[in-house]
């Protein structure tokens, strides 16, 4: 069997690189989109300051995209290092749609990047703008492939066992299986919402110092009106969501609500320090009936609590517990920023409220802790499987031994926090630099015309 | 019917592997070269217009390793199970180098005038995830040791002396890759001094390649079988003319005014070499227990994925053509974009 040593710095090593990629690509949806929608506004009106906008973010957006691409190559390798009877078992289903993945997103995004990063004097405008426009597409596929991927794994469809091994049946309900069309809906406008804050962030603090206040004044209006449209649709997506989970993995439901028992109608718990063992919630605060409302709609609603599974079936309750409430409490947060923008906006106040603005300056990171701790409740919450249902997390490892796992893990923590902290310095650095520093000269890499001189 | 398929499938999809396989070595090939000739270039404006050189194509480079690596799971989940925990150390070290290489090319100029790491970064990247790929080469031509369908040795048991030369091997391939390179899109004093390294590399690649394909008949008696049993021995001795009649063209184009031809000549060595292992080693995958057939996976699996392959990759090839067009001609000392 498998060392369990061996099992778990196994499984810290795929959170702990997936979770540092993460962050980079959720930026990089939503700064590319940015991006394009500012080159589009720019080809549209013909105001410069869009292009200036967009010359600096695309700089930003280069970096994290760059962070992206040499963080995400590790783990599709990792599903054989370390996860190769998880592959075994269910890479006829994943490994087409990662697949696909490749074919359709990052062939598209990594090709045209090289245009849109270098192309700005070199080919006609239209054609610049196009390129960002279809980097920006390539992220979104890119998005699709690897959540129907995920989602798969948390609801699969369209599939037989045969021998432990999942035989697709049928493609189309294998990407769109029940969890899917939720789970991509939620991530994409977490990543789209995670960026806008950014963006509200830099502009805040742009205006604060009295520096570049048109191209300011651009990012905070920009910022604060999609924070304020997407900050309330996600409370409905993530609650739609919510009921799809209670429908397909009612145990994750119950661990994220610290909901043990089905007796009545179900209370919403505020606080609680789960206790595992015990099977009870320790410090509970709740607010009775509000669960079975919110889960259910109903106020005598009521839901399968996590005594109706038996112990080895049940995810680490504290986590996902914790994690939920994390991500949750971040999604008031950002519904209050963004309402809070929209209202000061509505009353022109919005660019001269200091007290907002020093608010709104903090308050960039907050976007990518949702991120973490949503994924950390969906992932956690799936446990003990890896596929729901298909294959435990125990009997998914490859045949390797820990003094392997372990070296590779201290090897990843070293290089990823060195490169990616240095990384993410550089980006606080480009930021706080601002759109002037951008604005160095820009000289072509190399001429069509120098070859066309030497024939 | 359902027999042919079956036996036609593992085929395809094994070309469909090679090829992306092949397009990345050549592609990823000549900008890993770059980083790896990047210390014998010590001046800054030399650097800059190296990195300059293969920046917008990089990405697109390095996407036919994912495309790889993944149409290994999908059409041979078996031998991606055993191939990949049989390869972990050096696989590892390939993918954190990359990690170097890749952050450098932006980090370079963000951290300008403070570069100086990062220089090393994209040196020492590049140079450790070449001879970690060569060393892949040489464990897989050694072959794993598989108990019950999975791998069953230890984590070390790649190390020979054969896979170390391989390492060897391609890191000197793929610094010739990197000159040719250097010779056909830079101008001024990194052309010349450029052309004054592919020579005697082109020299110690062939060198290369005459020791390995010695070395690996004379190790392995399935290769030996291959290679030189009844008519295989007529037909196959194209292989080795070819390769020669290559590195006399890649010659020759450094010596006259065409850098296209030495380009494409050290390509062709690369392809040649690839299709030499290709003779080696197939039908296996895993030597030298699982064969191709042995390791597919679900027909379904593949032929979703080959429609997929059909329809997108002549697209990705067609961007890809189109960004090499929009960038080609001659880098001059000073250009860059940053």
Known sequence: ?455 | MTATYAFWLPLISTGVVGLSVAMYVILDGFDLGIGILFPYFPQEIERDQMMNSVAPFWDGNETWLVLGGVWLLVAFPLAYSIITPALYVPLIAMLLALVFRGVAFEFRWVAKPHHRKWDIAFAAGSTVAAFAQGTMVGGLLNGFRVEAGQFAGGPLDWLTPFSVMCGVGLVVGYALLGACWLVMKTSGGVEKEARRFAKPLLLTLVAFIVLISVWTPLQFERVAVRWFSGRNLLYLSAVPLITAALAISCWRGLEGRHPTIAFNGAVGLFVISFVGLAISTLPYLAPPSITLWEAAASPKSQTFMLVGTTVFVPFALGYTAFVYHTFRGKIRPGEGYH
């Open chain 1, 1 to 455: 069997m498998v060392d369990p040593h061996a099992l778990l710095l196994a499984r810290i090593q795929f959170g702990f690189t997936i979770s540092v990629h993460i962050i980079f690509p959720a930026f990089s949806i939503g700064s590319s989109a940015f991006v394009a929608t500012l080159l589009v506004l720019w080809r549209r009106t013909g105001s410069d300051h869009y292009h200036r906008i967009a010359r600096f973010w695309t700089k930003i957006f280069a970096v994290s995209f760059a962070m992206g691409v040499v963080s995400g190559i590790p783990l599709s390798y990792e599903l054989g290092t370390n996860w190769s009877r998880y592959s075994l078992a269910t890479g006829n289903v994943i490994g087409p749609l990662i697949g696909y993945e490749v074919l359709t997103a990052f062939f598209l995004e990594s090709t045209f990047l090289g245009i849109m990063l270098f192309g700005w004097t070199r080919v006609p405008p239209w054609l610049h703008v196009t390129s960002a426009v279809l980097v920006a597409l390539g992220t979104m596929i890119s998005g699709f492939w690897i959540l129907a991927a995920n989602s798969w794994m948390q609801t699969p469809a369209g599939h037989i066992v045969q021998n432990g091994v999942a035989i697709p049946v049928d493609w189309f309900r294998v990407i769109f299986n029940p969890s899917f069309p939720y789970r991509f809906t939620h991530m994409m406008t977490a990543a789209y919402l995670t960026t806008s804050v950014v963006v509200l962030a830099a502009g805040a603090r742009y205006l604060l110092q009295g520096k570049f206040p048109e191209e300011a004044r651009t990012m905070l209006r920009m910022g604060v009106g999609m924070v304020a449209i997407l900050g309330p649709a996600q409370l409905f997506f993530g609650d739609q969501h919510g009921l799809n989970t209670l429908e397909h993995q009612p145990a994750k439901i119950a661990a994220m609500e610290g909901h043990w028992e089905n007796t009545g109608p179900a209370a919403l718990v505020l606080f609680a320090i789960p206790d595992q063992e015990g099977e009870r919630n320790r410090a509970e605060i709740a607010i009775p009936r509000l669960g079975g409302l919110i889960l259910k709609h109903d106020l005598n609603g009521r839901y399968a609590g996590l005594k109706d599974f038996p112990k080895a079936d049940r995810p680490p309750v504290l986590p996902v517990f914790f994690a939920f409430r994390i991500m949750a409490g971040i999604g008031v947060l950002l519904i209050t920023l963004g309402l809070t923008g929209a209202y000061l906006w509505s009353r022109g106040k919005l660019f001269t409220t200091r007290w907002y603005l020093q608010a709104a300056t903090y308050s960039w990171p907050i976007g990518f802790i949702a991120i973490l701790a949503g994924w950390i409740t969906t992932e956690t919450g799936r446990q003990p499987y890896v596929a729901y249902g298909i294959v435990r997390t125990e009997n998914a490892m490859s045949p390797v031994g820990l003094a392997t796992v372990a070296t590779s893990l201290i090897a990843f923590v070293l290089v990823y926090t060195v490169v990616f902290s240095i990384g993410i310095y550089y980006i606080r650095r480009l930021v706080l630099g601002g759109p002037k520093a951008a604005h160095a000269p820009e000289a072509l890499p190399n001429r069509p015309l120098s070859l066309g001189a030497q024939e």
